[in-house]
């Protein structure tokens, strides 16, 4: 989504600079105020309402499908149930992920770790379950993994909704001329993505991690679609929902979601 403005492809009066990291450090580097344009979780997010806003563009809704939780122990009956009181390897405190797990699950023991690094802590024993974003979960059962069950369609049966899982963010701060520049450039440059696939295909999988192209090319089209040009009034609601769900529980601080663009 962000491969026309990395290659200087959207005609824009502002300068981006292309920095790539993993989820969780980006929540904390805007936690902390640093970026002022970035990726974040929506669970990040509700920590972020004052400061940021929500760019319509840009996001990654699981409709139906999101984070997996996976492990070699054949998936029991009642997982929900199973998974009280387990140590469960998860990618990042501020994921939505984790949050989608404690709304289905609240008495789990996290144990963070990094996301490349869940499925080898599966396979060696180190925790029985693991909670997989990216590629893991296209390629768990490669490894032998069962699928205990899927958070995006867990969610979607419990509510109706796509999950959202991740957004962009621009900080207020920055004024409301250059909000809206930043809001009109994501947009162009998630639009020339869906316009020119094969490009941009070609340029995200130096970021695959040994993906083949039919995995990358379907991974990316789980996450990069129709949603991601505009949340529309489904994704609004969802990502209210979701947040609203999670302030009733105490997990995070009620906000009004306000988007931008």
């Known amino acids: 989504m962000f491969y026309a403005l990395a290659e200087g492809l959207v005609e824009t009066p502002l300068r981006y600079v292309h920095e790539l990291s993993d989820i969780e450090s980006l929540n904390r580097r805007a936690l902390a105020g640093e970026l002022e344009v970035s990726a ?119 509510t109706g909704l796509p999950l959202p899982l991740g957004g962009n963010v621009v900080r207020r701060d920055l004024g409301a001329e250059i909000v809206d520049q930043v809001a009109k450039d994501v947009r162009a440059s998630v639009e020339y993505a869906l316009a020119h696939r094969g490009a941009a295909l070609s340029h995200a999988s130096q970021y695959s991690r040994g993906l083949s192209d039919d995995r990358t090319d379907r991974f990316v089209g789980m996450y990069v679609n129709e949603w991601t040009v505009d949340y529309g009034p489904v994704g609004r609601q969802a990502v209210q929902a979701l947040l609203d769900r999670a302030a009733d529980q105490g997990f995070v601080p009620r906000v009004s979601v306000v988007f931008a663009g």
């Open 40 to 158: 974040v979780s929506i669970h990040a997010y509700a920590h972020l309402a004052d400061r940021y806003a929500l760019l319509s563009s840009g996001c990654s809704m699981g409709d139906g499908y999101g984070p997996r939780l996976v492990s070699k122990s054949p998936r029991p009956a009642d997982p929900r149930a199973a998974l009280k009181g387990r140590r469960v390897a998860i990618p990042g405190m501020m994921t939505t992920a984790w949050l989608a797990l404690r709304l289905y699950q609240p008495e789990v023991e996290p144990v963070v770790m990094a996301f490349d690094q869940i499925e080898d802590a599966v396979d060696q024993g180190d925790v029985e379950v693991g909670l997989l974003i990216h590629e893991g979960q296209l390629t768990f059962a490669d490894r032998g993994f069962a699928l205990w069950e899927d958070m995006g369609d867990w969610w979607k049966r419990d």
